[in-house]
C-alpha cells in the first residue's frame, strides 16, 4: 500500500476569499480533511464531494477532540494512503500547533508539508484599518499568545513586552483582558496607550471597538466582545481613527 501525505494546511484569518492558491489547491485534492473551529467552512465547498471531512475545533475551555486524537487520525489516514489536509486557521505555525503535527508526522515516517496561511495579527489588523507599524509611530511589534496552558513553561514576560515592543497583538486573551492590562500598566505601559478588539476579523461579523488600555477590559465588557477576538495594543490605533476621520471628511464632501 502506498504511503500518504499530510498537507499542514493555513486557512487564513476568516474571509475564505484571503486564502492561498496553493492551499485552496490542497483542500480540492484532498482524500481527508481535519479542519478546525476557526476555518470558514465555505472553504470545504471546494473538496470533492466523496472526501471525509473531520472537525475536530476547539474553543476556550472546550475541545471536541484532545489533540492526540487529531494527530493519531491525522496518522492513521495517510498510513492508509491518503492526502490528508489538515486545516487551520490563520497560519499553522502561529499558535496553531503545526509543529506538533509536523513533529508527529516525521516521527511516523510520513511524508508531510507545511502551507503557510495570513496570520490573524496581519489579516484582522489590517481588515480594522491598522497598520502594526508605521512611520514615525512603531518600528517593531509581537505576536504573543494571552492565555498559556500551565504546562507549557513559564508565562508571558509582560514588562519585557511593555518596554521593548511598539505594537503588541495579543491572541487569545480575552478571558484575561484585565490581567494583561494590570500587568502591562504595572510594567510601565501607560493606561493612555490605544487599544482595539477586532472580533471575527475579516468577516461579514467583524467588529472592531477602540478604547485605551487604562479601561479596555471594562469596555470589552460592556461591549460584548467574545471569541474569537484579536487584542492590539499601541499607537497604532490611532491611525484607524485617523482613516475613519478622512473618510468620514470625504463622504461629507461627495454628499
Given at each position: 500500500?502506498?504511503?500518504?501525505?499530510?498537507?499542514?494546511?493555513?486557512?487564513?484569518?476568516?474571509?475564505?476569499?484571503?486564502?492561498?492558491?496553493?492551499?485552496?489547491?490542497?483542500?480540492?485534492?484532498?482524500?481527508?480533511?481535519?479542519?478546525?473551529?476557526?476555518?470558514?467552512?465555505?472553504?470545504?465547498?471546494?473538496?470533492?464531494?466523496?472526501?471525509?471531512?473531520?472537525?475536530?475545533?476547539?474553543?476556550?475551555?472546550?475541545?471536541?477532540?484532545?489533540?492526540?486524537?487529531?494527530?493519531?487520525?491525522?496518522?492513521?489516514?495517510?498510513?492508509?494512503?491518503?492526502?490528508?489536509?489538515?486545516?487551520?486557521?490563520?497560519?499553522?505555525?502561529?499558535?496553531?500547533?503545526?509543529?506538533?503535527?509536523?513533529?508527529?508526522?516525521?516521527?511516523a515516517g510520513i511524508?508531510?508539508?507545511?502551507?503557510?496561511?495570513?496570520?490573524?495579527?496581519?489579516?484582522?489588523?489590517?481588515?480594522?484599518?491598522?497598520?502594526?507599524?508605521?512611520?514615525?509611530?512603531?518600528?517593531?511589534?509581537?505576536?504573543?499568545?494571552?492565555?498559556?496552558c500551565r504546562e507549557?513553561?513559564?508565562?508571558?514576560?509582560?514588562?519585557?513586552?511593555?518596554?521593548?515592543?511598539?505594537?503588541?497583538?495579543?491572541?487569545?486573551?480575552?478571558?484575561?483582558?484585565?490581567?494583561?492590562?494590570?500587568?502591562?500598566?504595572?510594567?510601565?505601559?501607560?493606561?493612555?496607550?490605544?487599544?482595539?478588539?477586532?472580533?471575527?476579523?475579516?468577516?461579514?461579523?467583524?467588529?472592531?471597538?477602540?478604547?485605551?488600555?487604562?479601561?479596555?477590559?471594562?469596555?470589552?465588557?460592556?461591549?460584548?466582545?467574545?471569541?474569537?477576538?484579536?487584542?492590539?495594543?499601541?499607537?497604532?490605533?490611532?491611525?484607524?481613527?485617523?482613516?475613519?476621520?478622512?473618510?468620514?471628511?470625504?463622504?461629507?464632501?461627495?454628499?
Open positions: 500500500m502506498r504511503t500518504g501525505i499530510i498537507s499542514i494546511v493555513g486557512a487564513g484569518p476568516g474571509d475564505p476569499e484571503l486564502i492561498t492558491v496553493k492551499a485552496l489547491r490542497r483542500i480540492q485534492n484532498a482524500d481527508v480533511i481535519l479542519y478546525d473551529r476557526l476555518v470558514n467552512e465555505e472553504l470545504l465547498g471546494f473538496a470533492r464531494p466523496e472526501a471525509l471531512r473531520i472537525y475536530c475545533g476547539k474553543a476556550p475551555g472546550r475541545h471536541s477532540m484532545p489533540q492526540e486524537a487529531t494527530e493519531h487520525l491525522m496518522v492513521e489516514h495517510a498510513a492508509m494512503g491518503k492526502h490528508v489536509v489538515r486545516l487551520k486557521g490563520g497560519d499553522p505555525l502561529v499558535f496553531g500547533r503545526g509543529g506538533e503535527e509536523a513533529l508527529t508526522a516525521a516521527a511524508p508531510y508539508e507545511i502551507i503557510p496561511g495570513m496570520t490573524s495579527a496581519i489579516g484582522a489588523a489590517a481588515s480594522a484599518g491598522i497598520p502594526l507599524t508605521h512611520r514615525g509611530i512603531a518600528a517593531s511589534f509581537a505576536v504573543v499568545t494571552g492565555s498559556r507549557h513553561g513559564a508565562p508571558v514576560d509582560w514588562a519585557a513586552l511593555a518596554r521593548g515592543v511598539d505594537t503588541l497583538v495579543i491572541y487569545m486573551g480575552m478571558a484575561n483582558l484585565g490581567e494583561i492590562r494590570a500587568q502591562l500598566i504595572q510594567s510601565g505601559k501607560s493606561a493612555a496607550t490605544p487599544v482595539a478588539l477586532i472580533e471575527n476579523g475579516t468577516t461579514a461579523l467583524e467588529r472592531t471597538v477602540t478604547g485605551t488600555l487604562g479601561t479596555i477590559d471594562k469596555l470589552a465588557a460592556v461591549m460584548k466582545i467574545s471569541n474569537p477576538a484579536l487584542i492590539v495594543i499601541g499607537e497604532v490605533v490611532n491611525v484607524r481613527e485617523q482613516l475613519l476621520g478622512l473618510q468620514q471628511t470625504v463622504r461629507a464632501q461627495i454628499g
